[in-house]
Nanobody, 127 residues
Framework: QVQLVESGGGLVQVGGSLRLSCAAS????????VGWFRQAPGKEREFVSG????????YYADSVKGRFTISRDNAKNTVYLQMNSLKADDTAVYYC????????????????????WGQGTQVTVSS
């Protein structure tokens, strides 16, 4: 079992930045691929970004490419999502998730591949 806890969310103005953290307990996060998803009010949950267990491959939704960066520090059992140039459309609850196995990096975008999920952290971008 892996327990995931997100932090770093908050209220920021358009154009601002936030860094989300996903900290794991229970088992080492270094054994898992990790993804970030988000869900805005009235919308379905969508993929944001993912990173393979060793950090060799990263994957981004088109809507965040060039603005968000995912990284991991396996020594700290933590995955980060640096979000820059935030837009009002980025407002959502952000969730991190851990997957035990995937066949290829493109599967990082598939929510069904993930075994464990955090409770989420709210990100609000105001204009």
């Amino acid at each position: 079992q892996v327990q995931l806890v997100e932090s770093g969310g908050g209220l920021v103005q358009v154009g601002g930045s936030l860094r989300l953290s996903c900290a794991a307990s229970g088992r080492t996060l270094s054994s898992y691929h990790v993804g970030w998803f988000r869900q805005a009010p009235g919308k379905e949950r969508e993929f944001v970004s993912g990173i393979t267990w060793i950090g060799s491959d990263t994957y981004y939704a088109d809507s965040v490419k060039g603005r968000f960066t995912i990284s991991r520090d396996n020594a700290k059992n933590t995955v980060y999502l640096q979000m820059n140039s935030l837009k009002a459309d980025d407002t959502a609850v952000y969730y991190c998730a851990a997957a035990g196995s995937i066949s290829e990096s493109t599967e990082l975008s598939i929510s069904g591949r993930y075994n464990y999920w955090g409770q989420g952290t709210q990100v609000t971008v105001s204009s």
